[in-house]
């Protein structure tokens, strides 16, 4: 915000920040905010889950000491330019519903059905088994997720078309940003 008032101006509306107040509590802070650029032929990235979820205290990858149901992360994402897969601009994937097994997915031998969309593991010899959701936009679309719930950055396999978007980070006051703002 400090670079250009152009940052600030793109910002969400009061009343989104409002939502996040009732989820993150009072003066929830900045943890990051940057672009996400994937030129043409870019690979994204694997499922993973977000700070400070990835540095937590965890057995067998099940993270410890907190509950999904109080989020301390809130990942916002503003696309600024079309993302979608009939372009082949790799659109963000998440898996609904991953966030309630606090569960890094970096932990586990996953097993991904691209045809059908979904993930799958088997943990204490039971199947688990999740859709993957693909989140596409026009330019200016922006979504909203818990930095628990796996997502990744999708691949651009375009040949023409750049993958851009502004990210943000949105942390209870009582952690540590990520980067200091």
Excluded at 29 to 34: E, I, L, P, S, T
């Amino acid at each position: 915000f400090k670079v250009d008032d152009s940052f600030g101006k793109i910002l969400p509306q009061k009343k989104v920040f409002d939502n996040l107040e009732k989820i993150l509590g009072e003066n929830f802070v900045a943890g990051f905010y940057g672009a996400n650029v994937l030129n043409p032929g870019a690979r994204g990235q694997p499922f993973h889950i977000d700070y400070p979820y990835a540095t937590m205290e965890r057995k067998k990858g099940k993270l410890q000491n907190f509950s999904y149901k109080n989020p301390i992360n809130i990942q916002l994402q503003i696309m600024l330019n079309e993302i979608n897969e009939k372009k082949d601009v790799g659109p963000t994937d998440i898996v609904p519903g991953s966030q309630l097994l606090q569960q890094d997915p970096k932990s586990l031998e996953i097993f991904e059905n691209s045809k059908k969309k979904e993930k799958y593991f088997i943990s204490n010899k039971k199947k688990y088994k999740y859709k993957i959701k693909s989140l596409e936009g026009k330019r200016g679309t922006m979504i909203l997720f818990n930095g628990l719930a796996w997502h990744r950055a999708g691949d651009n396999m375009s040949k023409k078309f750049r993958r851009i978007t502004l990210n943000m980070q949105i942390l209870s006051n009582y952690i540590r940003p990520q980067h200091k703002f």
